[in-house]
């Protein structure tokens, strides 16, 4: 699948409008200094989502979201196998964690540890 954006940037499909409640990982993801555009998905399964975002991110890095979960993917692993996957329920440090993290991976720098 071919990338359709010019700006390198971690996609990240919403089911919904979830943007606001993982404001943290959006935050984690800014503080390391990487970009991220934000689209709707029609797909109901965060996982895939996650990975489809990846496959159109020049990054190669994706996040698919919904109310209740949220999930980072790397282009290069099966579809089945994503890297974090996160809940609503842990901390607001484990969430920015989870961005700082998505952000290390397009870097190429050793992650962050994520407390829950």
């Keep these: 699948m071919e990338s359709n954006l010019s700006a390198p940037a971690i996609v990240i499909f919403t089911q919904g ?3 606001s409640l993982w404001n943290d990982v959006l935050l984690g993801i800014e503080e390391e200094g990487i970009p991220f555009v934000i689209r709707e998905s ?3 399964d965060t996982i895939h989502s996650a ?7 020049p990054l190669l890095v994706g996040i698919g979201c919904n109310q209740e979960q949220l999930v980072v993917h790397y282009k290069n692993l099966p579809t089945s196998a994503p890297l ?10 484990a969430r920015r964690s989870i961005g700082n993290n998505a952000a290390r991976l397009v870097k190429g720098i050793p992650f962050r540890e994520c407390h829950s």
């Design 17 to 19: 409008d979830c943007t």
């Design 42 to 44: 029609h797909s109901t």
């Design 51 to 57: 990975w489809l975002a990846a496959c159109q991110s």
């Design 84 to 93: 974090f996957t996160l809940t609503y329920q842990q901390d607001s440090h």
